[in-house]
Structure formats: C-alpha cells, structure tokens
C-alpha cells in the first residue's frame, strides 16, 4: 500500500541500502538462520528441529483457487456480506485447529464508496479514515486486486495443511472492512496468526519487500504489550521463508536493510489482541517489482513463502 493512505503515515526518508549482499547479511538472523536449516535438510517439509520451519505444499496452478491466467478477468462476485469470508472445513493436517485470519489490504469497491471509507474511526490512539483505495501499478494493476489473489492462493495452501482459515473480505462487500474492524475480525476469531497483505507505492527504484511488526503501544482502546513478542516472532519468520521462496530481497528504502520495520501508527496493528503482521510485498510503482506484482507465477510464490512463515510460527 501506499505510504500516503490513512493507515500508513508518510515515513521518514532513510540512507539507501548498499548492494544487494548487504541487505540479504542484514536481514533476521533468526529468519535467514531457519532458511539455511530449510536448505541443508533438503524442504523435506517437516519440522526442522531447533528452527521449527515446516513446508508448505504448493498447488498447482490448476488447483490454486485464483486463476494464475493475469488476462482473465475475476468471476462475478457474491453477494455483498458485512461478515468475514469463513473457510471451508479444515483438512486433517498438522495445522488442524489453528485458526488463521487473512486480511487483503483494501476492497476492489472502495473507490466507489469515498465518503464511507474516509470516514474517521477509533485506532486506539487517535483517529484516521476508515481504509484507502490503495495503490496500483503504473498499468493499472489494483493493490486491491494483487492482495485478494495472493490471500486466495494461501487459503489454499493453509486449508491443505489443516488450518481453518478466514478472510477479512473477499471482495464480497461493497466497501472496507475498516481499519478497526479488520482488527476486530482477528481478535474474534481467537486467530492463531493475522497477516495482512499489501503492496507499496513508492518512488521508482525503491524495490523489496518488508513485514511490518506493532510496537509495543498502550493507550486509549489501544494495548499491544501482549503481542509484541509472538508478532516479532512471526514477522521473522515470514520474511525468512519470504526471501527463501520468492528470492526477494528486502527493501532498500525502508527498514534499514532487514526487511523488518515496527510501527505505532497503524489500527490494523494497534487494536490487535493477536499475533499479527502486515507485509508489503513490492513496490507497485518500480517497473522491475511491477512485473513481479502482476506475475501469476510470482504471485505464487509470494503465497508460498508468507505461508511457510506462518507454519512455521504456528508450529513453534
């Protein structure tokens, strides 16, 4: 998403990184640590042991619940619903009983509904608007559109290995969720893992991905002391199978070159009771992350690598 939305205040320009080494050395140790066990024991996708990474199994494009064609224009959508797309029954699998709650940053419909989504609503430490539009590839290729395809390609994924899984919105509303509610959905769905997906909008030439992690905040309706920790923990491990998968690097305009950047200004974030992270999978606005972005093998991919992370977290 872009750093110009109401949940994402404009950040404060960083020194660009050096070569693309330094920025992979740099990032978790812990998360490149889990990638180098990953490697050496050949993805046999059981659990490693010490770094408790497990694989997830890819489908197949022809059993991918989106299609992989990117000229194919999506099916009708239900009808509107205010309730969070529920998944069907969870398969027997090491994940079963795990509950993971998806959110795909913005709606398709939102810029239809501008009074609706800038609407201000209660982030636990101030106000903002309700959500944005997002922000799109320089062809016209919708934030909107990439996260939903991305969340529906790991449902699949997750569902294969047990998990019950819930969307924020599936494109099965008019507009939103917002901010807060999407936070609320997590919250009570007892999630065992909230992960948000997004895409940025940057300058040209700023490239890579990064997750984002709350910071520790505690005011108002707002209390993300108990969360800190696990969603740290999380966010390793997401940026580490996230690299491992896609061969991504993390960005060289923010976070300093880890691929890790903590926030206290996000209500997505700040009124989550449950582990809980965001990831900003490009930058829509460079033409080399673009063709990623709009790349159904990529697209993927990038399911994939966020899917490994999140078992591996739920694994322990």
Same mark, same amino acid.
């Given at each position: ?49 010490? #770094? ?7 489908? #197949? ?6 299609? #992989? +064609? +990117? ?10 619903? +205010? ?19 998806? +959110? ?28 944005? &539009?997002? &922000? #799109? ?9 990439? &996260?939903?395809?991305?969340a529906h390609r790991m449902r699949t994924l997750l ?78 491990? $997401? ?34 009771? $449950? ?18 972005? &709009? ?22």
């Open positions: 998403m872009s750093y110009v939305g109401p949940d994402f205040e404009p950040p404060q320009p960083r020194r660009r990184r050096g070569p693309l080494a330094v920025a992979l050395a740099a990032l978790v140790p812990g998360a490149l640590l889990g990638w180098l066990v990953y490697e050496t024991v050949g993805g046999s996708g059981s659990d490693d042991g010490a #770094s408790g990474r497990a694989t997830v199994r890819s489908s #197949s494009p022809a059993a991918s619940s989106t299609p #992989s +064609d +990117d000229a194919k224009e999506p099916s009708a959508s239900p009808k509107p619903s +205010d309730t969070p797309s529920a998944s069907a029954p969870a398969a027997t699998g090491p994940l079963k009983g795990k509950v993971v709650v998806i +959110d795909p940053g913005h709606n398709p419909g939102n810029f239809r509904h501008a009074s609706e989504i800038n609407r201000k609503v209660n982030i636990g430490t101030n106000s903002k608007e309700c959500d944005t &539009t997002g &922000t #799109s590839t320089n062809d016209g290729y919708t934030e909107a559109k990439f &996260t939903l395809d991305v569902q294969e290995q047990g998990a019950t899984v819930k969307l924020t919105q599936d494109g099965d509303r008019p507009f939103g969720p917002c901010v807060d509610e999407r936070a609320r959905i997590g919250n009570q769905a007892k999630a065992d893992a909230v992960v948000s997906i997004h895409a940025d909008g940057s300058g040209a030439g700023n490239r890579g991905f990064h997750v984002i992690l709350p910071g520790a905040v505690h005011a108002g309706a707002a209390d993300t002391r108990a969360i800190v920790g696990p969603s740290r923990d999380l966010g390793e491990r $997401v940026a580490g199978r996230f690299v491992a998968v896609t061969g991504s690097a993390p960005s060289n305009y923010i976070g300093d070159g880890g691929g890790l950047v903590t926030r206290k200004d996000l209500g997505g974030l700040n009124l989550s009771t $449950v582990p809980k992270v965001f990831i900003e999978c490009g930058n829509m606005r460079d033409s080399k992350d673009a063709a990623l972005l &709009t790349s159904g093998a990529w697209r993927q991919k990038a399911a994939q690598g966020i899917s490994e992370g999140i078992v591996s977290f739920l694994r322990g």
